[in-house]
Nanobody
């Protein structure tokens, strides 16, 4: 069982930055693929970024490439999402998720453990 708790959301202006954090409680955290997803009002949840075990294999959704960076600290059992040059269209609830699969994927159906989400609001 994995429990995930996100933090770091808030209200910022366009162009500013935020760093989201996700604290995990899992004995073998280093073997979980980690992902960030987001859900904007009235829209379906969508993948943002995913990260493999070692922290080197990464995937990003096209809308955030070059602006967001996903990282992890296995010793601290933490996952981060650094978000730069934020845009109003980045406004959403951001979720941290964990997958015990073997392949780095962004399909949310492959992620079995989810946090409660943290709100990010970007004003124009």
């Amino acid at each position: 069982q994995v429990q995930l708790v996100e933090s770091g959301g808030g209200l910022v202006q366009a162009g500013e930055s935020l760093r989201l954090s996700c604290a995990a409680s899992a004995r073998d955290f280093q073997y979980y693929i980690m992902g960030w997803f987001r859900q904007a009002p009235g829209k379906e949840r969508e993948p943002v970024a995913a990260l493999g075990w070692s922290g080197f294999d990464k995937r990003y959704a096209d809308p955030v490439k070059g602006r967001f960076t996903i990282s992890r600290d296995n010793a601290k059992k933490m996952v981060y999402l650094q978000m730069n040059s934020l845009k109003p269209e980045d406004t959403a609830v951001y979720f941290c998720a964990a997958s015990d699969g073997m392949v780095l994927v962004t399909d949310e159906g492959k992620y079995h453990f989810w946090g409660q989400g943290t709100q990010v609001t970007v004003s124009s």
